[in-house]
């Protein structure tokens, strides 16, 4: 699976941004799609994850109520819709897919894809 995240920008405190993981290869319905971000200096942390169907969805507790996890498989495409953006959230925003059991779906090592990143950058 290839993976091309795209959507990141430059906003404001309070902002909202869509971010898009395009996936090109196997069967894109198989693989849960996670999105992860990494802040300068700092490790990769898992933000959000959706199985193959959109009604089983994770969350970071620091983005829980203001981003959305989607995924479109006729599209072979997942989504990040990011409300209320805030100055923590400025990160790379790298979107992954893989089939890690629901213990360890907040772990990036259980992903096997990756895509480039996209850089998010709130400004206070």
């Known amino acids: 699976v290839q993976l091309q995240a795209s959507g990141g920008g430059l906003v404001q405190a309070g902002a909202s941004l869509r971010l898009s993981c395009e996936a090109s290869?196997?069967?894109?319905?198989?693989?849960?799609i996670s999105w992860f971000r990494q802040a300068p200096g700092k490790e990769r942390e898992f933000v959000a994850a959706?199985?193959?169907?959109?009604?089983?969805?994770f969350y970071a507790d620091s983005v829980k109520g203001r981003f959305t996890i989607s995924r479109d498989n006729a599209k072979n495409a997942a989504y990040l819709q990011m409300n209320s953006l805030k100055p923590e959230d400025t990160a790379v925003y790298f979107c992954?897919?893989?089939?890690?059991?629901?213990?360890?779906?907040?772990?990036?090592?259980?992903?096997?894809?990756w895509g480039q990143g996209t850089l998010v950058t709130v400004s206070s």
């Open positions: 290869g196997r069967a894109f319905s198989d693989y849960a």
């Open positions: 959706v199985r193959w169907s959109n009604s089983v969805t």
């Open positions: 992954a897919a893989g089939r890690p059991i629901v213990s360890t779906i907040r772990t990036s090592s259980a992903y096997n894809y």
